[in-house]
Nanobody
Framework: QVQLVESGGGLVQPGGPLRLSCEASGNIFSITLMAWYRQAPGKGRELVASISSGGSTTYADSVKGRFTISRDSGKNAVFLEVNSLKPEDTAVYYC???????????????WGKGTLVTVSS
């Protein structure tokens, strides 16, 4: 089993910065991908950004230029940095990873419990 724990959420004013952190622990062999998803009130869960084991990143169009995803492989951690929040960014942010188990070809998906980010003046 792999556990993901997010931190860094809270109440932030529009235009403000934010840094979310997520650390994976447990029976980790090889995490092939880590990502951040979010779910705004009344909306479905959507991909915000992802980073592969090779360092390739993807971003949702709505966050390009404002959000940056990074990782610390040694700590099995992933971070999401925002330089200018918008009210539309208000959501519960979830950490996600795919862990390839030793001796297996397939990976297993894991989710954190989420951290609430509220952007309001």
């Amino acid at each position: 089993q792999v556990q993901l724990v997010e931190s860094g959420g809270g109440l932030v004013q529009p235009g403000g910065p934010l840094r979310l952190s997520c650390e994976a622990s447990g029976n980790i062999f090889s995490i092939t991908l880590m990502a951040w998803y979010r779910q705004a009130p009344g909306k479905g869960r959507e991909l915000v950004a992802s980073i592969s084991s090779g360092g390739s990143t993807t971003y949702a169009d709505s966050v390009k230029g404002r959000f940056t995803i990074s990782r610390d492989s040694g700590k099995n951690a992933v971070f999401l940095e925002v330089n200018s929040l918008k009210p539309e960014d208000t959501a519960v942010y979830y950490c996600y990873c795919i862990n390839k188990q030793r001796g297996a070809n397939s990976g297993i998906q894991y989710w954190g419990k989420g951290t609430l980010v509220t952007v309001s003046s």
